[in-house]
């Protein structure tokens, strides 16, 4: 399948849905439902309002990613991810895995996770990436308050996949059952000032997540969003993407309309108001 070029879009192009009329009957669902299937097949990426996060909450794990990327060097390497076998910990910039013909990206991460004990089924029958978080011990709080908001943004994302689920009509049901005890990551992010031509670097390259739902906070600096055909430039707010595991009824039921039809990524803005 042809890869399709990227095209610049206006902010106006962005559609805003609202996840309010999930709780206000039958006939307002049906507008969400419509109004996300037009942007799956179209723009691929929208806003969100009336979605149940508050501006407390993203100014709270905004902090707290603040607190943690202004410790110092050694104490954030001193909880590296490669030490983790659940993939949780401290990614530097620059830092490649397996593959080192890729361009590094001009990021540094803090990757946690679902926080499971030693008794937590998943993590005695041995099951990928069930296991505890690396966590600083140089920061009052963090822990609380980073947990504080993964439940929130479970709330938020139990929204985004009825959304989905009525946007394909599939019975919520049905769904349901598959995401009563996901294994959810957080993924604290840092893109320190580059200059504007940069060679063999970029803030982050390429990629397709691997969950089913990924949902993402930016702060105001902005940047540019690229999901493969489209391009906007934006002080974003948040976004959540469709992660390769959605399944074939999502690709097929989208991609088949979309300009880009190799795109399997949907962008999801999460505001703040």
């Known amino acids: 399948m042809a890869i399709a070029q990227s095209r610049q879009i206006e902010l106006s192009e962005i559609p805003v849905l609202d996840f309010g009329l999930l709780d206000q009957g039958p006939a307002a669902q049906s507008r969400l439902f419509k ?25 709270s794990i905004l902090e707290q990613s603040h607190r943690f990327f202004a410790l110092p060097v050694a104490e954030r390497e001193a909880l590296p991810i490669t030490r983790s076998p659940f993939y949780r910990g401290y990614l530097a910039v620059g830092q490649r895995g397996a593959n080192l013909e890729r361009a590094p990206d001009l990021l ?18 041995g099951k990928p990436l ?28 139990q929204k985004v996949l009825r959304a989905v689920a ?61 999901v493969e055909g489209t391009q906007a430039d ?10 390769e595991d959605l399944g074939q009824q999502m690709v097929q039921r989208f991609a088949a309309a979309s300009p880009a039809p190799q795109m399997q990524t ?8």
């Open 234 to 243: 934006e002080p974003l707010r948040g976004d959540a993407d469709q992660g």
């Open 266 to 273: 949907l962008q999801l803005n999460l505001g703040v108001g």
């Open 130 to 157: 069930h296991g505890p978080n690396q966590w600083p011990s140089s920061l009052p709080g963090f822990k609380d308050k980073v947990g504080a908001y993964q439940a929130v943004m479970h709330g938020f994302a």
């Open 35 to 59: 109004a996300m299937r037009e942007a799956c097949e179209t723009v691929g990426f929208f806003y969100t309002k009336n979605h149940g996060v508050s501006s407390a909450d993203t100014g």
């Open 166 to 226: 009525g946007s394909m009509d599939v019975p919520w049901e049905k769904l349901a059952p598959a995401f009563k005890e996901p294994l959810a990551q957080i993924r604290l992010l840092h893109y320190p000032p580059q200059p504007p031509a940069l060679e063999h670097m970029m803030g982050a390259r390429p990629h397709q997540d691997t969950s089913f739902i990924t949902i993402l906070l930016q702060d105001d600096a902005g940047g540019q969003l690229d």
């Open 108 to 125: 540094e991460a803090f990757n946690l996770g679902t926080d499971l004990g030693p008794d937590h089924p998943g993590v005695k029958a």
